[in-house]
């Protein structure tokens, strides 16, 4: 059976999504916290929008432009089961992540907590868990094992990991052979 033009087209904001999720993971772990807080938020929009364009017709990606929080209301409203779903508002608050991260700023300032990683594999993975379509994925061959860095990025310290891996049905053959970034 052919993919319909909505399940196309969240794959292809999935896999936008993804590197971005994985960007901000390897860039938290070399210290890097400015730059991982602003992947991570994109990791998340975009992965909000991905959710919608699956499940709402009427939904245009451009229309809510950044707006984290009326992303996160239209998946509550518009996608089944996901009524109590939320991210960390500290993702969104006052748009720090998305242009602290990346603008000097005299007034605000951005604050990473320890619990950051934690926090984005569990909104990442639930937000995977809306769309049931979920076929030839980068997140799927990424836990497939053939693509062996990301792996090791994805896997190193992801409580979600688990979770993941059922929703996606996907086990690596062999653990990869690669050193850690």
Not at 31 to 48: F, I, S, W
Not at 57 to 66: N, V
Not at 128 to 152: C, D, I, M, Y
Request: positive net charge; aromatic residues 10%.
């Amino acid at each position: 059976m052919k993919p319909s033009r909505a399940e196309l087209d969240y794959v292809i904001w999935q896999n936008r999504a993804c590197r971005f999720y994985l960007a901000a993971r390897l860039l938290h772990r070399q210290g890097l916290l400015a730059p991982a807080a602003y992947c991570a938020t994109q990791a998340l929009e975009l992965l909000l929008k991905a959710t919608l364009i699956y499940w709402d017709k009427s939904f245009h990606p451009d229309a809510p432009r950044h707006a984290m929080a009326k992303l996160l209301r239209s998946v509550r409203n518009k996608v089944p089961g996901a009524r109590t779903f939320d991210v960390p508002r500290y993702f969104f608050h006052e748009r720090r992540y998305q242009m602290v991260s990346r603008y000097p700023s005299g007034a605000m300032g951005l604050v990473i907590p320890s619990h950051f990683l934690a926090d984005l594999d569990a909104a990442f993975t639930s937000l995977v868990a809306f769309v049931p379509f979920q076929h030839n994925t980068e997140l799927k061959e990424v836990l497939s094992g053939r693509a062996a860095r990301a792996l090791v990025t994805l896997r190193r310290g992801n409580a979600s990991l688990r979770k993941l891996r059922k929703i996606l049905g996907k086990t690596p053959r062999r653990p990869p052979r690669v050193a850690s970034p």
